[in-house]
T-cell receptor, first 115, second 111 residues
Framework: GAVVSQHPSRVICKSGTSVKIECRSLDFQATTMFWYRQFPKKSLMLMATSNEGSKATYEQGVEKDKFLINHASLTLSTLTVTSAHPEDSSFYIC???????????FGSGTQLSVL | QKEVEQDPGPLSVPEGAIVSLNCTYSNSAFQYFMWYRQYSRKGPELLMYTYSSGNKEDGRFTAQVDKSSKYISLFIRDSQPSDSATYLCAMKPGGGNKLTFGTGTQLKVEL
């Protein structure tokens, strides 16, 4: 299957700082990328959908000013958690699909801990 | 009612057992059905991908879809300790790639 690389795998930051998470499609052009959040022993909660070159579409209840998503190229999308607070601590996962791809491939996830 | 229902488990089986994992759904528009395996603190890994009703086999894994009953299953034969993980069902309509996930079933295969 296609490879999606997510970085960093783990980040610890102080409250009030911003954190950027990168998601790259390594062997295909990702026209659409999705960002999910997952709490312990819970399923994936879709946060937003981003299409290359356009603004992201956020799910209901997700603050677009807090979770900034950029999908500037066909191989890279970034999620920036701005002014992070302890309640933002979670496991964040990206996924990507490409032109003609019916399947969705996931990154390895980023564990964010805000102190 | 959730769109996709999945028993969270945990499900514990002995090594070599046949495992049956299931999901039910309510949205008749779902056309594509997937099973993902997720190890702790890792991203989901696509195991099986099926379109519409029917069976699909890949090694020790068999996926079944019964659209008339809105019921999908994943069978794992000759289960191994390395199969211990959380199994997520996911599905989507014909257009787009926005998936709806089940809550995941935690499986433990014991020696």
């Amino acid at each position: 299957g296609a490879v999606v690389s997510q970085h960093p795998s783990r980040v610890i930051c102080k409250s009030g700082t911003s954190v950027k998470i990168e998601c790259r499609s390594l062997d295909f052009q990702a026209t659409t990328m999705f960002w999910y959040r997952q709490f312990p022993k819970k399923s994936l909660m879709l946060m937003a959908t981003s299409n290359e070159g356009s603004k992201a579409t956020y799910e209901q209840g997700v603050e677009k000013d807090k979770f900034l998503i950029n999908h500037a190229s066909l191989t890279l999308s970034t999620l920036t958690v701005t002014s992070a607070h302890p309640e933002d601590s979670s496991f964040y996962i990206c996924s990507a699909s490409g032109q003609g791809y019916e399947k969705l491939f996931f990154g390895s996830g980023t564990q964010l801990s805000v102190l | 009612q959730k769109e996709v229902e999945q028993d969270p488990g945990p499900l514990s089986v002995p090594e070599g057992a046949i495992v049956s994992l299931n999901c039910t759904y309510s949205n008749s528009a779902f056309q594509y059905f997937m099973w993902y395996r997720q190890y702790s603190r890792k991203g989901p890994e696509l195991l099986m991908y099926t379109y519409s009703s029917g069976n699909k086999e890949d090694g020790r894994f068999t996926a079944q879809v019964d659209k008339s009953s809105k019921y999908i299953s994943l069978f794992i034969r000759d289960s191994q300790p390395s199969d211990s993980a959380t199994y997520l069902c996911a599905m989507k309509p014909g257009g787009g790639n926005k998936l709806t996930f089940g809550t995941g079933t935690q499986l433990k295969v014991e020696l």
